[in-house]
């Protein structure tokens, strides 16, 4: 069968969105072959797939506590009882399940690379669909020059192809996906309630949709249950004539949610129990305000997640301050959201600051994008566009040439 393509297919936005996520996916799979290249192990990985492998065949509970914590080094003087304080068994889950396709022993004594490359996939799916959602939100937001814009931010991320293929970091961008989708999934349920239709029932496919994107959230990273009340917020501010039923919509997105989160831990009430008694759902600390050191570390990691944005968010910032035009909520509630992750990931010190800087990223995105599309349809186009597509392609270059020269390992 022959595919014919038009001209006007192949300009299609949705056509020319498509090249850059797999433009992005071709990236990622670059970033993990390097690595695999090497022959050495993750450790981490190791740890997340042997937790997955035993839950998966009701061998216990993923991290509630951990199978080998008597062994370790530092078990008599941890206070956790083994228990993962940080996650829940998600990840150990999401990383363990491609390889119940072969053999247990052919991926645990290293035979063929091919098993390699599983563990990676889900991952790799999340920043995928990630990138999705960001350019339906950008788009339906800012329009298409907006969302091409913070699409192309986002497919050219060192840090978020980073995160998607899972070198040498955590896999936080399970965490940015579902802190993404619960606060836009909330953001959406509430314009729904102007709808003349029972509120409930009509919205329990987004309700799901929203209960499924908390549960991945605090699944992943338990100090992202901050999201809970940011969505409440979002629901009562956006539909303030129909706060009751948006109230009712948040309680059943969290009862869902929670049936989720404790299916996670196939529905054990003891392992499910210990490790909420163990979890550190807050740990903040706000010592980190005090540091200079501090705001220059943040700084870095939000310039190596976009080098962009060291131009384009004082760009952008500086004409929401001076343009009332810019001040309205599709730019307001995305810069709001990425300012409290960053005050959250200064104000936490171990693993889950790093997740709160990742899922700031988006958001940024998205308020970069939707400022340059408005000054886009000012009488200075033509001078905005040159310098739009001069600073695209400037850091896209900066951002390939960089990652053909990854080493292996």
Request: with cysteine; hydrophobic share 55%; aromatic share 14%.
């Amino acid at each position: 069968m022959r595919l014919n393509f038009t001209r006007e297919q192949l300009r299609h936005p949705k056509f020319l969105a498509g090249l850059l996520l797999l433009a992005f996916l071709a990236q990622s799979l670059w970033l993990v072959k390097r690595e695999l290249q090497a022959k050495e192990k993750s450790e981490p990985e190791a740890v997340r797939i042997a937790g997955g492998w035993r839950q998966w065949h009701g061998e216990g509970v993923a991290g509630a506590p951990y199978a080998d914590f008597h062994s370790m080094p530092s078990a008599e003087v941890s206070d956790d009882d083994g228990y993962d304080t940080e996650q829940s068994p998600l990840l150990s889950l999401v990383t363990a399940a491609p390889l119940l396709v072969v053999r247990h022993n052919a991926w645990l004594d290293g035979g063929s690379d091919f098993w390699r490359w599983l563990p990676r996939i889900p991952f790799l799916a999340c920043g995928f669909f990630l990138g999705a959602s960001l350019w339906y939100v950008a788009r339906r937001l800012c329009g298409n020059a907006g969302g091409f814009i913070a699409l192309t931010f986002y497919c050219f991320s060192p840090s978020l192809i980073q995160a998607s293929a899972v070198w040498h970091t955590e896999p936080e961008i399970v965490a940015a996906w579902g802190a993404f989708g619960s606060v836009f999934t909330a953001i959406a349920v509430a314009h729904t309630l102007y709808a003349p239709r029972e509120v409930v029932l009509w919205n329990w496919r987004r309700i799901v949709l929203l209960a499924i994107s908390m549960a991945i959230a605090v699944g992943s990273q338990f100090s992202l249950i901050v999201l809970l009340p940011l969505a409440l917020g979002f629901l009562l501010y956006v539909a303030p004539v129909r706060r009751q039923a948006g109230l009712v919509i948040w309680i059943a997105a969290c009862v869902v949610g929670f049936v989720l989160l404790f299916a996670m831990y196939l529905f054990h009430v003891h392992a499910f129990a210990e490790s909420m008694r163990h979890a550190e759902f807050w740990g903040a600390t706000w010592r980190g305000f005090t540091v200079p050191g501090v705001y220059r570390q943040v700084a870095v990691r939000i310039g190596r997640a976009c080098p962009a944005l060291a131009i384009g968010f004082p760009v952008a910032l500086a004409t929401y301050a001076v343009w009332p035009r810019t001040r309205y909520f599709g730019n307001t509630a995305p810069l709001l959201v990425a300012l409290l992750f960053v005050g959250l990931g200064m104000a936490h010190p171990h693993i889950e600051g790093a997740g709160f800087l990742l899922a700031a990223v988006p958001f940024l995105f998205i308020f970069v994008s939707g400022v340059l599309a408005d000054l886009l349809e000012t009488r200075r186009r033509p001078l905005v566009m040159a310098c739009v597509v001069g600073m695209i392609a400037a850091y896209v270059i900066w951002s390939v040439v960089n990652l053909a020269q990854v080493p292996q390992g």
